[in-house]
């Protein structure tokens, strides 16, 4: 089993690898005493994120993700790094394939499923959905610095 390697950590930054896209298929994640998730891994705490949480998936072909399942209050961004398949929410199917992204409120019933060929490879980004203030937009909450880059 694939594990995640920390990198680097300092007061105000933590990095890991996952390993290389073509490696998440040899990730493990235990839900249950009778129930592995095999090709996916979380990495929200191993950064120590306060506010997110992410994961990548790698599914073969004809696999799906098992489930539907909803959220309580976080919304998701899905991004398909590799290979095609189709994207069900709320019982709308549609064709998903590397570049596509997806965004599912906390309420929308989701699942993936890879129905092409080769192995299709996905990042989920889970957030609290609560609407950005102006305060919040990235244009607003930058401050670029007078600083040299130390490279």
């Known amino acids: 089993m694939k594990q995640i390697e920390k990198i680097a950590q300092g007061a105000n930054y933590a990095a890991i690898n996952v390993g290389r896209i073509s490696e998440i298929i040899e990730h493990e994640l235990p839900m249950g005493p009778d129930f592995t998730i095999q090709g996916k891994v979380f990495g929200g705490q191993a950064v120590g994120a306060a506010a997110s949480e992410f994961s990548f998936q790698t599914l073969v072909p004809g696999q799906d993700s098992g489930f539907l399942h909803t959220h309580k209050t976080h919304e998701e961004l899905y991004f398909i790094l590799r290979g095609e398949g189709q994207y069900q929410v709320d019982g709308e199917i549609f064709p998903v394939s590397e570049g596509s992204v997806i965004r599912v409120s906390p309420d929308g019933k989701r699942a993936l499923k890879n129905t092409g060929s080769e192995n299709l490879t996905m990042l989920c980004v889970q957030y609290k959905a609560t609407p950005f203030t102006e305060a919040d937009n990235p244009m ?12």
């Not at 607003?140 to 490279?151: A, F, K, R, S």
């Open 140 to 151: 607003n909450d930058g401050i670029i610095l007078q600083e040299p880059l130390n490279w």
